[in-house]
C-alpha cells in the first residue's frame, strides 16, 4: 500500500497518542503541585509500526475493511506505577475520564499469562478530531509496575532474538524471574506500608 495512505490512516492515531501523553503528564504536573503522591510514575506511547500492522494482520486473518477495527493496539499508552496497588487506582482514573470509554479490560495481574507477563490492559475509545470531523479511535492501555515493565521488556527483546522459538529452559528462566517480580512488588508494598505507618503515628 502506498506511504500516502499509510500517513492518512495513521494520523488520528499519532494525534490520539500525543494528546493523551500530554494528559497524563499533566495529571502527573498536578499531584506534584499539590505534593500528593500520583499513582503514575511514567507515561509513554506510540504508534505502531506499519510493519507490526502488517504482521498482526496476517498472523490474525484481519482484512484491510477490518483492520481498525479488529488492530486493537495501533495506538498504545504505556502507564507505569511505582507499586502493585497503583494500578487500580490508575484503572478507575481511566474508567472515570470523560474522554474515553472502556471496549474492555483484560486483567494479566491476576490471571498472569503462561509467559509470566503481568500487565492490566484496557482497550478504550477515543474521539480525536481532524480535518474531515470527529473521528473515533481505539486505545490500548498497558498498566503496570515498573518491575512489570522491567520483566516484559526484557522478554520482549528476548523473544524478538529468537522470533518467538526460544529454547524452554530459557522460557522457564523467564517464568522463574516473573516469580520473583511478584516477589519484589509485595516486597515494596510491604515496605512502603511500614513507612507510611510510621509516618502516621509519628503525626499523631
Ligand atoms: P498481540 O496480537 O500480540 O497484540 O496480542 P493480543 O491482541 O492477542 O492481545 P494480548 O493481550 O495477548 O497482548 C497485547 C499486548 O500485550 C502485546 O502486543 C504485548 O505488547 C503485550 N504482551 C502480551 N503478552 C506478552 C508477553 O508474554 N510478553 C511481553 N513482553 N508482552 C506481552
Ligand atoms: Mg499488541
Redesign the pocket.
Known amino acids: 500500500m502506498e506511504i500516502q495512505l499509510w500517513r492518512e490512516i495513521l494520523n488520528p492515531y499519532e494525534l490520539a497518542v500525543k494528546e493523551l501523553t500530554v494528559k497524563f503528564n499533566h495529571l502527573i504536573k498536578e499531584h506534584r503541585q499539590l505534593d500528593i503522591y500520583c499513582p503514575i510514575e511514567q507515561v509513554t506511547g506510540r504508534v505502531k509500526s506499519i510493519n507490526s500492522i502488517l504482521e498482526?494482520m496476517q498472523?490474525?486473518n484481519i482484512t484491510w475493511g477490518n483492520m481498525e477495527v479488529q488492530v486493537?493496539?495501533i495506538a498504545?499508552m504505556r502507564i507505569i506505577c511505582q507499586f502493585y496497588e497503583d494500578i487500580e487506582k490508575v484503572v478507575e482514573i481511566i474508567r472515570n475520564r470523560s474522554d474515553m470509554a472502556v471496549k474492555y479490560e483484560?486483567d494479566?495481574i491476576t490471571h498472569m499469562?503462561?509467559?509470566?507477563?503481568r500487565?492490566y490492559?484496557m482497550i478504550v475509545y477515543y474521539n480525536v478530531e481532524t480535518f474531515q470531523g470527529t473521528k473515533q479511535i481505539q486505545v490500548?492501555f498497558?498498566i503496570r509496575t515498573l518491575a512489570m515493565n522491567f520483566?516484559?521488556?526484557i522478554?520482549?527483546s528476548l523473544?524478538y532474538k529468537y522470533k518467538g522459538n526460544m529454547p524452554e529452559h530459557l522460557t522457564q528462566r523467564l517464568s522463574k524471574a516473573a516469580d520473583a517480580i511478584i516477589a519484589l512488588d509485595r516486597e515494596m508494598s510491604s515496605v512502603r506500608s511500614e513507612v507510611m505507618d510510621a509516618q502516621n503515628s509519628s503525626q499523631m
Open positions: 498482526k498472523r490474525k486493537e493496539d498504545g483484560k494479566y499469562k503462561e509467559s509470566g507477563y500487565s490492559h490500548e498497558q520483566w516484559a521488556t522478554e520482549h523473544q
